[in-house]
């Protein structure tokens, strides 16, 4: 059985409302119950476990902070970060699933969609009963999204979709697709694509060593139709889709607390059983300098995770600033993964415990939604004032 015990160790419940707390305690017994006993075998079998999509909406993953008009939770920022925070605990793969749905496919539908969109896709997409993805990154535009080849032209009472994307999360089961693309004047629009439109393919891509209990794929345009109705006219620009980064990296920064929470969680309970030389491990200097360093850690990252936070609730947050918090946290977590893994001997490598499945998911998220190199290019664009992106 899962036996997880969230570190606390600064009393950071006491900044949490009790809605903050219920809700963040209530997603922890979701993972729990209906996450931990499944995912290793999901991860080894390099399945998306979709029988938990139905938990995920109950205990509001999809559109936490979407009002409840649509169907969204219509909870705060840190709420968000809670249940964000408490799925990646789980794992990081399922995280993003929940990511997606939320930032990348109910946000900019929420922000820069239309009355009808809104009511069309919101609430079954917060419902689960309709699965979306993000399609930002190409083959040849990753960290330059502004790059993108992906294009599409007027054509009577629809546009005409052409180019192709690579590295979507649910991409091979989603039912739509925000697919962001550049007109003739090479100016980028979301579109919504829907599963079944002629042209419109998603692969799958196979062999991934991270991120395995999530489905990752392409998706491919060739002269798709999309109709006029499906264009999301109230934001245009690289702007756009960054809006939506932003949501989804205040996730992340949440999120990596819950991975290595769990690493720090389980080392240290292992530490204190595991005996050698005829004493615990967690008694040599060696071992308690990790886990002293991991808790050490993971209290920074969640102050400013919650601070952060705070400035979303306030609508104060800059973008530089959430590119700090992914940095830092993420980094954060994979540096405690690697300890955490030691400190489990030989066990560390297996499926038993938690700890090489978050170490190795921990690779894609502190690649996807903006590298590691990027956020630190962000943060010294933000205070010398000058990009060094090229
Ligand atoms: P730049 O000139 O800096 O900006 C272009 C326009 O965008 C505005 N802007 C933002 N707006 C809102 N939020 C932000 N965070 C913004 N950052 C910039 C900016 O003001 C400007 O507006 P305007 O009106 O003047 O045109 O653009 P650039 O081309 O120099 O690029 C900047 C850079 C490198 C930071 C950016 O392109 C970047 O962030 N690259 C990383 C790409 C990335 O993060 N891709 C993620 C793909 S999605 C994903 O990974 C999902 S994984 C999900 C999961 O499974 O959990
Ligand atoms: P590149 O941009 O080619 O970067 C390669 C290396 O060069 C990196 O180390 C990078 O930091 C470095 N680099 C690049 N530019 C600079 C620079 N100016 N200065 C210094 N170093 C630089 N994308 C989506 O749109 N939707 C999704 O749902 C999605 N899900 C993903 C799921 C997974 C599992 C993965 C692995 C990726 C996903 N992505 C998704 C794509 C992800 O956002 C990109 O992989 C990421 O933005 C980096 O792009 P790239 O892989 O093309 O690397």
């Known amino acids: ?144 999204p502004s790059g993108m080849t992906t294009t599409f032209k007027d054509n009577g009472d629809h546009y005409l979709l052409n180019g192709a994307k690579m590295w979507i999360s649910n991409a091979p089961f989603a039912d739509i697709a925000v697919v962001w693309a550049k007109n003739e004047e090479g100016r980028i629009y979301g579109l919504i694509v829907e599963r079944g439109m002629e042209g419109f393919t998603t692969p799958e891509t196979h062999n991934k060593w991270s991120l395995r209990a999530s489905a990752t794929g392409e998706l491919v345009f060739n002269n798709v139709k999309v109709p006029k109705e499906n264009l999301m006219p109230e934001k245009s620009g690289l702007g756009a889709p960054l809006g939506c980064l932003d949501s989804a990296r205040y996730g992340i920064a949440w999120g990596a607390i819950g991975a290595a929470m769990d690493c720090y969680d389980t080392a240290l309970r292992y530490a204190k059983e595991r005996e050698q030389f005829g004493k615990p491990i967690a008694s040599f200097q060696l071992q308690q300098k990790k886990l002293a360093e991991m808790i050490t850690e993971i209290t920074k990252a969640q102050l400013l995770a919650w601070r952060l936070g705070v400035m979303r609730n306030e609508g104060t947050a800059t973008s530089a600033q959430i590119s700090m918090a992914k940095r830092n946290n993420v980094e954060m977590a994979i540096n405690i993964a690697r300890e955490a893994r030691q400190v489990l001997g030989g066990m560390g490598i297996t499926g038993e415990y938690s700890i090489m499945r978050h170490s190795m998911n921990l690779e894609s998220v502190i690649t996807y939604e903006g590298t590691h190199d990027i956020h630190l290019l962000i943060t010294g664009a933000d205070i010398t004032g000058i990009p060094a992106f090229q």
């Open 1 to 144: 059985a899962d036996q997880f015990q969230a570190p606390d160790y600064y009393n950071l419940d006491d900044l949490l409302s009790d809605e903050h707390k219920m809700v963040r305690d209530a997603a922890r017994e979701w993972v729990k119950r209906e996450v931990s006993p499944i995912i290793e075998e999901a991860a080894q079998k390099a399945e998306f476990p979709k029988q938990i999509i139905n938990g995920l909406a109950e205990i509001g993953a999809f559109g936490p902070y979407i009002p409840e008009e649509y169907g969204g939770a219509g909870l705060d920022q840190i709420s968000y970060g809670l249940i964000m925070q408490e799925i990646e605990r789980g794992d990081s793969g399922v995280r993003s699933t929940a990511s997606v749905q939320s930032s990348l496919v109910m946000y900019p539908i929420f922000k820069y969609g239309t009355e009808e969109q809104k009511k069309k896709y919101l609430p079954k997409l917060a419902s689960g009963e309709m699965m979306g993805c993000f399609g930002l990154t190409e083959p040849d535009h990753g960290s330059n």
